[in-house]
């Protein structure tokens, strides 16, 4: 079955660097698209940044954008987060997540319509 494992986090000071790993089984990653969620203390659930399954198309929410950077191995079944200049308002705890791949899913974006989630590895950025 699809299984989605994090790892990478843990305690970084501010401006400091972090790189999350999402290790997919399963199935074969190369056309999924794979997503990075947080979610902080007492906050929902949001999106961070994504990519892609066919074209791998890269898209980031503005708060992160030059900050972190998301890269996939499809050798090794397993996505990438990046995350440098980290700032308090990035602790969280940080899913990755993905969908069955279709069409018109891929026209949506690679945000949406996540079916299959990671437990979360904690990212802590003391203020």
């Known amino acids: 079955q699809v299984q989605l494992v994090e790892s990478g986090g843990g305690l970084v000071q501010p401006g400091g660097s972090l790189k999350l790993s999402c290790v997919a089984s399963?199935?074969?990653?190369?056309?999924?698209?794979i997503a990075w969620f947080r979610q902080a203390p007492g906050k929902e659930r949001e999106a961070v940044a994504c990519?892609?399954?066919?074209?791998?198309?890269?898209e980031y929410v503005d708060s992160v954008k030059g900050r972190f950077t998301i890269s996939r191995d499809n050798a090794k079944n397993t996505v990438y987060l990046q995350m440098n200049s980290l700032k308090s308002e990035d602790t969280a705890v940080y899913y990755c997540a993905t969908r069955v791949p279709t069409i018109a899913r891929e026209n949506l974006g690679c945000l949406f319509e996540m079916e299959f989630w990671g437990k979360g590895t904690r990212v802590t950025v003391p203020s």
């Open positions: 990519t892609s399954g066919i074209e791998d198309t890269k």
């Open positions: 399963g199935f074969t990653l190369d056309y999924y698209a």
